[in-house]
């Protein structure tokens, strides 16, 4: 949140002595407003935008339980105090037990107002640092990702310059006044486009990857496409291990509401892991099958390594579980991984009845809010 921005308090009630009470009460610390129904209540969230709401049980029409029912619908976090009359228990409790932060009873003590909101505010502020925090962790998993193929990325990149090179000098050396002089020229012209188109490719898709984006909005993307960005950066190590790879499925029409760069940080980290366990290997194979599950896509991420232990299964998901040497694996990539799915609604398991490794990535087609 803007930090010079001042914390929003919502006030619902059908009273409208009671609303302005309360504004007088809340104003000179919080920006506050006023609604007299449930209904106008809904409304000023979507405008307003408020931090936290305080509001009435009993109101003609739509009560309170319906209006705190209804935020959690949207899936919305605000924090809800309700007020509820002097000595009634009964409703005290039951607005705890549907998800209401807390209540202040009337009639209302100046100090205890303040201090119940301070309190909702507390907890808000606490779940912003911790979903940084998470953000951090997230886009140093990111970072740590890139380090895990930057070496045969570096060689990627330099493959097409030393092409670029070598054509460059092939054209200084044609004989000017030779008849196929102009055709050389071109041919040799047309695969330094190629090559450069190649280089800046991989260069695009690596600044794309290390970008931010813990707040993009979702998009809508076709699953495929997504699959082949996150190949992008990883086709390198596949092709220097001698790692062969093959997508199944996935026909254009089939789309899901992502952050792309979120799903493609999941793949690497899934193409990563792959690619270690493979070292050494005779059989060296990586095989993406997307399927379309109904409301969900799945995305199976399955290699020709010997599996996974008993004894590590339950353990790969803990953050900081690596069966790796020291400054090779942090332990960080699956337990992020499936954070990142989970906060797609989605989930990232092992199928546990695959002979080979195989991870499956779940996740569900559309999103409540798309960016369009
Ligand atoms: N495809 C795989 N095959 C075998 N073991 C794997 C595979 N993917 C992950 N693992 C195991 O899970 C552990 C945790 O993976 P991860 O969270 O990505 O952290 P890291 O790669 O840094 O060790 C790895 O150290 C490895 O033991
Ligand atoms: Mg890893």
């Known amino acids: 949140m803007n930090e010079n921005r001042k914390r929003r308090i919502l006030i619902v009630d059908d009273e409208v002595t009671i609303c302005k009470l309360l504004q007088i009460t809340l104003s000179p610390v919080y920006e506050t407003m006023g609604a007299h129904s449930a209904d106008d209540a809904l409304m000023a969230i979507q405008d307003f935008h408020p931090d936290v709401i305080i509001s009435d049980i009993k109101m003609p029409g739509k009560d309170g339980f319906w209006l705190i029912n209804s935020i959690q619908e949207r899936s919305s976090k605000i924090p809800v105090i309700f007020i509820t009359g002097h000595g009634n228990k009964r409703t005290a409790v039951e607005s705890l ?27 808000i502020e606490l779940e912003e640092s911790l979903e940084s925090a998470q ?11 890139i380090g895990e193929v930057s070496a045969s990325m570096v060689h990627e990149v330099t493959n097409p310059l030393g092409i670029i090179f070598s054509l460059a000098q092939k054209i200084e050396s044609l004989d000017g006044k030779s008849e196929s002089y102009e055709s050389e020229v071109r041919s040799c012209t047309e695969k330094i486009i190629k090559a450069y188109d190649r ?4 260069i695009d898709s690596f600044k794309h990857f290390s970008r931010y984006e813990s707040n993009d909005p979702f998009e809508t993307m076709v699953v495929k496409d997504v699959v082949s960005d996150s190949l992008l950066l990883c086709e390198s190590r596949f ?25 493609s940080q999941i793949l690497l980290n899934l193409f990563n892991n792959a690619c270690d366990a493979l070292e050494g290997l005779d059989e060296k194979w990586v095989k993406v099958i997307i399927e379309d599950g109904g409301e969900l896509v799945n995305i199976s991420v399955i290699d020709s390594g010997k599996g996974i232990s008993d004894s590590c299964r339950e353990k790969i998901l803990n953050p900081f579980f690596t069966t790796k040497a020291p400054g090779r694996g942090t332990g960080l990539g699956l337990s992020i991984s499936k954070k990142i799915a989970e906060n797609h609604g989605g989930d990232l398991e092992i199928d546990d009845d695959c ?8 996740i569900p087609k559309t999103q409540s809010e798309v960016s369009s």
């Open 135 to 145: 953000d951090q962790i997230i886009f140093q998993g990111k970072l740590a990702s």
């Open 239 to 263: 092709f220097c291990q001698g790692i062969e790879f093959s997508t199944v499925g996935g026909s254009p029409e089939l789309k899901f509401d992502c952050r792309g760069i979120s799903i």
């Open 199 to 202: 280089a800046n490719k991989i």
């Open 97 to 123: 037990r549907l998800g209401a932060f807390d209540f202040i009873e009337k009639p209302f003590d100046h100090d205890v107002i303040l201090a119940r909101v301070e309190k909702a505010i507390l907890k």
């Open 355 to 362: 002979s080979n490794t195989k991870f499956i990535l779940t």
